[in-house]
């Protein structure tokens, strides 16, 4: 259950922008902090397994969740594909005495330090460019023209809510974005 004490932290940012590799480099680092996983519609990815990188349901599954007030936050992030955080992740990581780290959009992100407030860190990572970005996403190769327009036209909208975030690391430099989010994370824990 949602106790006023408990922490969370939170990282976020535009797709590309490397998000997942800091919140690994971090958790892999830090055992006290867990890895929240999100539910999603989308069908996994490569060697991504369900229950581990994120729980795959259906899209009827997830919007029965929705009706049973399952979720702390929710969204559908593109056409078809909803993502969110369920409540009952964030209890199992509270319970075994860990902080539970979310790697999640933006939109998402803002509900979540909104039911927080003191007790969230929001940390936005930002690319050093949009044109970056898109190279980063090409790089990939998983996405078409279409999907990649979608994903630098999504992205420069989102970066319009860095300001709404407790901290802001340009991620220029992988190595220097990893130890600037520990710094901003070991002082909100007070390690």
């Not at 997942?20 to 999100?38: A, D, E, G, V």
């Not at 397994?49 to 702390?72: P, R």
Request: with cysteine.
């Amino acid at each position: 259950m949602i106790h006023s004490s408990n922490k969370i932290i939170i990282i976020t940012a535009p797709s590309g922008a490397g998000k997942s590799t800091i919140t690994h480099y971090l958790l892999n680092k830090y055992p006290q902090l867990s890895f929240s996983i999100s539910a999603a519609t989308r069908n996994p990815r490569g060697k991504e397994q369900d229950g581990v990188d994120y729980y795959f349901l259906s899209e009827e599954a997830f919007k029965q969740k929705i009706h049973e007030d399952a979720f702390l936050e929710w969204e559908m992030v593109y056409e078809g594909k909803y993502y969110g955080t369920l409540k009952s992740e964030l209890d199992r990581i509270w319970a075994v005495g860990k902080v539970p780290m979310l790697d999640i959009d933006v939109k998402g992100a803002i509900h979540v330090q909104q039911q927080f407030e003191e007790n969230c860190l929001s940390i936005f990572i930002e690319p050093p460019s949009v044109e970056e970005l898109r190279k980063r996403l090409e790089s990939r190769g998983t996405e078409t023209p279409e999907s990649l327009a979608t994903r630098i036209n999504k992205a420069s909208y989102e970066i319009s809510f860095n300001h709404r975030f407790s901290k802001t690391i340009v991620n220029d430099e992988l190595h220097k974005a990893c130890e600037e989010a520990e710094v901003v994370i070991k002082d909100f824990l007070g390690w």
